[in-house]
């Protein structure tokens, strides 16, 4: 496929790709199979992933991040999928990172980020129960206010970075009489919380090495200082204003996955033979290629559109919530259909495009799902 150059790249771009790329190679590619066996990353990736600066690029420096834009973040979503590395949960640590950077106290702040940047701290957000999914108003997890503390109670699941996670955003009630003006974030550290537990990971189709748990909070005691912000009853406002930058990394992540599978599926459609010719030059094999190219290539161009009104502070949710419907039903087609290309062999787990395809599932769930999405799009119209 032709080189495509993002318009939002420049020349730091272009090296600190370079080295994500290499460090990727190097330190992670090795580690995939045994990352999905095993359910989880182990925690020392993360802190070499932070020496490397690939954890909060975009966070300003004098809270440890790297003082870049979101592109450098962009750069390392886009690089692991085109290694096929599911298992690290770096974007949650990206989208916490960004609640306490715009809602944060500069008390949290100084407290929290620089252990973010140097993966010290790595982060879940603790949004899902076991009775609610997109409908955030209706949680059950209460946060009742005891003194200077508050008494956390509930359950959380499908918690992505959960098993490693040692710094928790827990969405919670904090006045039940209340509907969204009743919701909190409360941050939660939790290596020696009493009352705290989490199971081993969920056993799930595809994304095997993320670590998805599920979390319970029994009479867990959490200073007052630890809601975001410092008052409660703006979780829901604040969950709300940064859903567009969630949605983008899904769709960034998205496209990325696209194009990746797509390229190794041309590959081996010119080295595959049947009936003594190459899979390419059949007809079938080259109309669907031209026309997951030429949809991977739309895709990338609207994504790089949204990355680039995301760094100027212009993206809403109603395009935001149109790149992750579109992107991750595209990467769920693309990666079908490149299955399809590789035959048997596509069934076959030692292949990428087997991974990639069941990977790609969940991405059409998550980050609230595709239904809602079309539901705020239209809202707008």
């Not at 069934?347 to 790609?360: G, I, L, N, Q, W």
Request: glycine content about 10%.
């Amino acid at each position: 496929m032709n080189a495509y150059h993002s318009p939002w790249m420049t020349e730091d771009h272009v090296m600190y790709r370079d080295g994500v790329r290499k460090f990727l190679e190097a330190e992670f590619l090795p580690q995939r199979e045994h990352w999905i066996e095993q359910g989880y990353p182990e925690k020392e990736y993360w802190k070499k992933a932070g020496e490397m600066g690939l954890l909060c690029p975009d966070l300003p420096a004098e809270y440890g991040g790297g003082g870049g834009d979101f592109g450098f973040d962009v750069i390392t979503y886009e690089e692991l999928m085109r290694l096929c590395i599911s298992s690290f949960g770096n974007g949650i640590q990206s989208i916490v990172a960004h609640y306490i950077l715009r809602y944060g106290t500069e008390e949290q702040k100084l407290r929290w980020l620089p252990g973010m940047a140097t993966g010290d701290f790595i982060t879940s957000i603790a949004m899902t129960e076991p009775g609610t999914g997109s409908d955030l108003q209706s949680i059950k997890t209460s946060a009742v206010r005891d003194g200077d503390e508050y008494v956390l109670n509930g359950s959380k699941t499908f918690i992505t970075n959960g098993y490693n996670a040692n710094l928790i955003c827990v969405v919670c009630k904090t006045d039940p009489a209340e509907g969204a003006k009743g919701v909190s974030l409360l941050m939660c550290e939790v290596d020696e919380l009493k009352g705290f537990s989490r199971n081993k990971p969920l056993k799930k189709i595809g994304m095997k090495g993320q670590d998805t748990c599920e979390l319970f909070f029994d009479e867990c005691r959490i200073p007052v200082g630890n809601v975001l912000g410092g008052e409660e009853g703006q979780g829901f406002y604040q969950l709300m204003a940064q859903l567009p930058r969630e949605r983008l990394i899904i769709a960034v992540s998205a496209i990325a996955a696209v194009e990746a599978v797509l390229e190794q599926t041309i590959d081996y459609t010119k080295e595959r033979k049947a009936f003594n010719k190459p899979l390419m030059s059949f007809q079938n094999t080259k109309f669907k290629l031209a026309e997951m190219a030429t949809e991977a290539k739309i895709s990338r161009v609207f994504v790089d559109h949204c990355i680039e009104q995301l760094m100027v502070g212009n993206l809403d949710n109603e395009t935001a919530s149109m790149a992750k419907w579109w992107c991750s039903e595209k990467q769920f087609d693309t990666a079908h259909q490149c299955l399809q290309l590789h035959g048997g062999y596509g069934y076959m787990m030692e292949y990428p495009v087997a991974h990639y395809f069941t990977d790609s599932r969940v991405q059409m769930i998550y980050g609230g799902s595709n239904e809602i999405m079309k539901e705020l799009i239209s809202r707008s119209l």
